[in-house]
């Protein structure tokens, strides 16, 4: 679910920023801008919640037993709600069931980067020197996500951190090999094509870590792992309430 709305999100933006920056009529215009204030407004609102409510209505429940595969998999526990009649982690999960305890708020890190790489998408380039500095502005943006993954490791499973560590990269390396190609008015540059070839890897590596995901949550749904979890936290919350 956050991939799609990630997604959706970047190509609700960029579609914002094209209306904002070349309005074909005054109502497209005012259209765009609204799209674009909504979409801005969406991780500051989310990065709010998530400080605001956690851990009050949140945690982050290790499993008791490790296994190294299932951990590097799964990860090392799940969220769950703290109080059983609020169920907040059912209506949050897709924001911050992917990212540490510490960092539930990184999701919005990710669409705030996601939206400065529309805004710089949306410019109308119409040079190749022009278009040169939209893909150099977009590896400088890919770049700084790349050294705040590096040193924060926001995920809680490792091979989400691994994996956007090299997607990130990819993109990246794209980005720039893209923008020489472009300063060097020569699309059909070896830089070009190694480029194209980088980001067709990244999608791949994408693709690749849908599928992972979706067997990931079958494989817990079939287990009952993140339910026991749940369960777990439920009943030392119980417990704690009785001693009081």
């Given at each position: 679910?956050?991939?799609?709305?990630?997604?959706?999100?970047?190509?609700?933006?960029?579609?914002?920023?094209?209306?904002?920056?070349?309005?074909?009529?005054?109502?497209?215009?005012?259209?765009?801008?609204?799209?674009?204030?909504?979409?801005?407004?969406?991780?500051?609102?989310?990065?709010?919640?998530?400080?605001?409510?956690?851990?009050?209505?949140?945690?982050?429940?290790?499993?008791?037993?490790?296994?190294?595969?299932?951990?590097?998999?799964?990860?090392?526990?799940?969220?769950?709600?703290?109080?059983?009649?609020?169920?907040w982690v059912q209506r949050y999960a897709s924001v911050i069931r992917a990212y540490r305890q510490d960092m539930p708020w990184?999701?919005?890190?990710e669409m705030a980067a996601s939206f400065a790489v529309a805004g710089v998408q949306a410019v109308t380039a119409e040079t190749?020197?022009?278009?040169?500095?939209?893909?150099?502005?977009?590896?400088?943006?890919?770049?700084?996500?790349?050294?705040?993954?590096?040193?924060?490791?926001?995920?809680?499973?490792?091979?989400?951190?691994?994996?956007?560590?090299?997607?990130?990269?990819?993109?990246?390396?794209?980005?720039?090999?893209?923008?020489?190609a472009f300063y060097k008015e020569d699309l059909e540059h070896w830089a070009y094509k190694t480029a194209s070839q980088l980001?067709?890897?990244?999608?791949?590596?994408?693709?690749?870590?849908?599928?992972?995901?979706?067997?990931?949550?079958?494989?817990?749904?079939?287990?009952?792992?993140?339910?026991?979890?749940?369960?777990?936290?439920?009943?030392?919350?119980?417990?704690?309430?009785?001693?009081?």
């Open positions: 679910p956050l991939f799609v709305f990630q997604l959706f999100y970047q190509g609700s933006t960029l579609g914002g920023m094209i209306l904002v920056l070349n309005p074909p009529t005054a109502l497209l215009f005012l259209l765009g801008c609204t799209t674009v204030i909504a979409t801005l407004a969406l991780p500051i609102m989310i990065f709010m919640t998530m400080n605001k409510n956690i851990p009050e209505m949140a945690v982050y429940r290790m499993e008791t037993t490790r296994h190294t595969v299932r951990t590097l998999i799964l990860g090392q526990g799940e969220w769950v709600s703290v109080h059983k009649h609020t169920h990184y999701t919005a890190v190749y020197a022009a278009c040169g500095h939209v893909k150099l502005a977009s590896c400088v943006i890919f770049l700084m996500m790349f050294s705040l993954e590096a040193v924060l490791w926001p995920h809680s499973r490792y091979r989400d951190s691994m994996l956007d560590f090299v997607l990130l990269g990819l993109q990246a390396a794209g980005m720039a090999l893209m923008a020489l980001l067709l890897v990244a999608v791949v590596l994408l693709m690749a870590k849908v599928v992972v995901d979706l067997c990931s949550e079958i494989y817990i749904l079939v287990t009952g792992r993140r339910s026991k979890l749940q369960n777990s936290q439920w009943k030392l919350e119980q417990s704690i309430t009785l001693s009081e």
